[in-house]
């Protein structure tokens, strides 16, 4: 019935109708031929060709007549319409843009004056006879990226650090359990601008007492450099006593208490405490307080003296300048010698002499 019916429409159907289905089925038998198997690909002027003839059949019959869905047909005449009446208007409206240069010389003034506003950069401009309005000022400006002039005046967060690190010194207990269990404490300091590292000692039983006395023992091991310090940072351990304290306030430090469970404010001493168990403590056992001593001393040498800082430009705390050679100087791996330290968990790389 369905074979019946549809003889029937063909009957009735309009000669143009057929005429157009018979051009559609050749031109798909063409790129059928033109291609070897697989789903067939439409070239440009195989859509051109779909698309115009499109326009002789009602919508209703395009999913019958035409091996695509309508909707890619409807896409390929927006397609013609929109390459038909493209075109570049050549006449911009509305004044013309402010010139490359000047847009640099705007925000060069910017960053080398960081008090001038817009402004005062207006007048910079038209004292160099280069007239310009404010508002144009402001908007390449704002386009560029840089702050209003109050919010650039102060320094940046790693400028003010970098700048005040010099003068702090942090602290923190170091908890480490032996072989047998047993508990041992160990007290550390580290210099923010150096990086350095200070071992004030190691105990099983920590008192206050014995906490001040490691702060006067660092006190005279640091000698004239603790007058360069102005910030002692702990945290509010009942062993960082006010005898504790007095050894530094003696010594002009002003004491900064950090918040309770707020490790981030000793951020930098907590993070060598990190690379302490990463680096050493978890790949060793410890015995007992003598074991733990030494270790950590063998490996204070290596931190201060050879350990590259990325904050210190890969430096170590110790070393003030260091070599630079160029890779292609690097022909022979044998110039080139490894020492084993701290019982030869890390090694270190010299130059043979």
């Known amino acids: 019935m369905r074979g019946l019916f549809g003889l029937l429409a063909v009957l009735v159907r309009a000669d143009l109708s057929k005429d157009v289905e018979l051009l559609v089925l050749r031109h798909e038998n063409q790129v059928r031929r033109r291609q070897l198997g697989g789903r067939p690909q439409w070239g440009h002027a195989d859509r051109l060709w779909l698309a115009a003839l499109s326009r002789l059949v009602h ?50 003034m910017a960053r080398e004056n960081p008090t001038w506003g817009h402004r005062r950069i207006q007048g910079g401009l038209a004292r160099l006879g280069y007239p310009i309005a404010a508002s144009t000022v402001w908007e390449i400006l704002h386009a560029a990226g840089i702050d209003p002039a109050p919010r650039r005046a102060g320094p940046t967060w790693r400028q003010f650090l970098t700048t005040h690190a010099h003068a702090i010194i942090a602290c923190d207990f170091l ?61 509010r351990d009942p ?20 918040l309770p469970r707020t490790p981030r404010m000793n951020a930098i001493c907590e993070r060598v405490i990190g690379t302490l168990r990463r680096e050493l ?27 590259p800082h990325q904050s210190r430009y890969q430096r170590p705390p110790n070393v003030a300048t260091q ?31």
């Open 59 to 108: 919508r209703r019959r395009w999913a019958e007549v035409f091996p695509v869905t309508p909707a890619t047909i409807l896409r390929w005449h927006r397609s013609l319409v929109a390459r038909k009446w493209t075109f570049t208007d050549r006449r911009r409206p509305g004044r013309p843009g402010t010139r490359p240069p000047v847009k640099a010389l705007i925000t060069r």
């Open 175 to 235: 908890v480490v359990e032996t072989i047998l269990l047993k508990r041992v404490y160990v007290l550390i300091f580290i210099e923010h601008g150096a990086r350095r590292l200070h071992l004030a000692g190691v105990t099983a039983h920590p008192t206050g007492a014995w906490t001040a006395q490691q702060a006067r023992n660092l006190a005279m091991d640091l000698g004239d450099r603790i007058t360069s310090l102005r910030v002692l940072i702990h945290d």
């Open 239 to 258: 062993l960082f006593t006010s005898a504790f304290r007095e050894v530094f306030k003696a010594e002009g430090l002003r004491m900064v208490t950090t």
């Open 281 to 307: 403590l978890d790949r060793i056992l410890i015995l007992d307080e003598r074991h733990l001593a030494l270790v950590l001393k063998e490996y204070l040498a290596h931190y201060n003296g050879h350990r």
């Open 323 to 353: 070599p630079v050679r160029h890779l292609t100087e690097l022909n022979d791996l044998r110039s080139i010698r490894r020492k084993p330290v701290v019982t030869g968990m890390i090694s270190e790389y010299q130059h043979a002499a």
